[in-house]
């Protein structure tokens, strides 16, 4: 197999669901972080869309971060796919049903004001009460088997240390299951070891740097 190279972000949540599968796989990789405020002209040379993760292998070059996933599956060893297609089409679905969720977060990031954060407080509130059904006895979305589902909701989740501290949000009240799930891939060490050890400083620093809601938040504890 050729050399593996992914190109990152130190906050890409995308980034992360590589990062967590290439582990769980066992796959050596090299990580090459770039500063996406000044993207380099070689990073735009490659990626069609100016965004990562990328996926160097060889003289070849995958991006979008499903699409890895796909081909990390297809390539190397210890699938964490089902076998059933059927089952493998619904963690498809899920994995894209994380993306939409990280819109949702990504979007009471920079809530400009208090309104526009309650709204997408209650859209995730809406979109995990919709998980909490899809979940099973855990400890992974699949039961006792690690997959890529477990892969993209592990970032997900990682945001709500933050949020926590910094809201009153209530995402979670009702949903048991998504609790447990949260807890189980908060310990996994590839969800622990998919972002560096100052992560909680860097996004806390970009939130404040977004001059949102949450950022007067901040700034609130702060004073």
Same mark, same amino acid.
């Given at each position: 197999?050729?050399?593996?190279?992914?190109?990152?972000?130190?906050?890409?949540? /995308?980034?992360? %669901?590589?990062?967590?599968?290439?582990?769980?796989?066992?796959?050596?990789?090299?990580? &090459?972080?770039?500063?996406?405020?000044?993207?380099?002209?070689?990073?735009?040379?490659?990626?069609?869309?100016?965004?990562?993760?990328?996926?160097?292998?060889?003289?070849?070059?995958?991006?979008?971060?499903?699409? +890895?996933?796909?081909?990390?599956?297809?390539?190397?060893?210890?699938?964490?796919?089902?076998?059933?297609?059927?089952?493998?089409?619904?963690? &498809? *679905?899920?994995?894209?049903?994380?993306?939409?969720?990280?819109?949702? +977060?990504?979007?009471?990031? +920079?809530?400009?004001?208090?309104?526009?954060?309650?709204?997408?407080?209650?859209?995730?509130?809406?979109?995990?009460?919709?998980?909490?059904?899809?979940?099973?006895?855990?400890?992974?979305?699949?039961?006792?088997?690690?997959?890529?589902?477990?892969?993209?909701?592990?970032?997900?989740? &990682? /945001?709500?240390?933050?949020?926590?501290?910094?809201?009153?949000?209530? +995402?979670?009240?009702?949903?048991?299951?998504?609790?447990?799930?949260?807890?189980?891939? *908060?310990?996994?060490?590839?969800?622990?070891?998919?972002?560096?050890?100052? /992560?909680?400083? %860097?996004?806390?620093?970009?939130?404040?740097?977004?001059?949102? /809601?949450?950022?007067?938040?901040?700034?609130?504890?702060?004073?």
């Amino acid at each position: 197999m050729p050399k593996l190279t992914l190109i990152s972000h130190d906050l890409c949540p /995308y980034v992360q %669901r590589a990062v967590i599968a290439l582990t769980e796989k066992g796959v050596p990789f090299e990580r &090459r972080d770039v500063d996406l405020a000044n993207k380099p002209d070689w990073l735009l040379a490659l990626s069609p869309l100016g965004k990562v993760p990328l996926l160097q292998a060889g003289d070849a070059v995958i991006f979008e971060s499903a699409v +890895i996933l796909e081909y990390l599956e297809e390539t190397q060893a210890n699938p964490l796919h089902p076998a059933d297609p059927l089952a493998r089409s619904r963690h &498809r *679905a899920m994995i894209e049903f994380g993306s939409a969720v990280l819109s949702d +977060i990504w979007g009471l990031e +920079i809530a400009p004001t208090r309104e526009a954060a309650v709204a997408k407080v209650e859209a995730l509130r809406e979109k995990f009460a919709r998980l909490e059904t899809s979940l099973g006895p855990g400890p992974w979305f699949a039961g006792e088997r690690f997959g890529l589902v477990d892969a993209a909701f592990g970032p997900v989740f &990682r /945001y709500f240390d933050l949020f926590d501290r910094l809201l009153d949000h209530g +995402i979670f009240a009702g949903t048991p299951k998504v609790a447990a799930w949260r807890a189980a891939l *908060a310990e996994r060490p590839s969800i622990r070891q998919a972002v560096v050890a100052d /992560y909680p400083a %860097r996004l806390e620093r970009f939130v404040a740097s977004q001059n949102g /809601y949450l950022a007067a938040l901040m700034g609130r504890r702060a004073a």
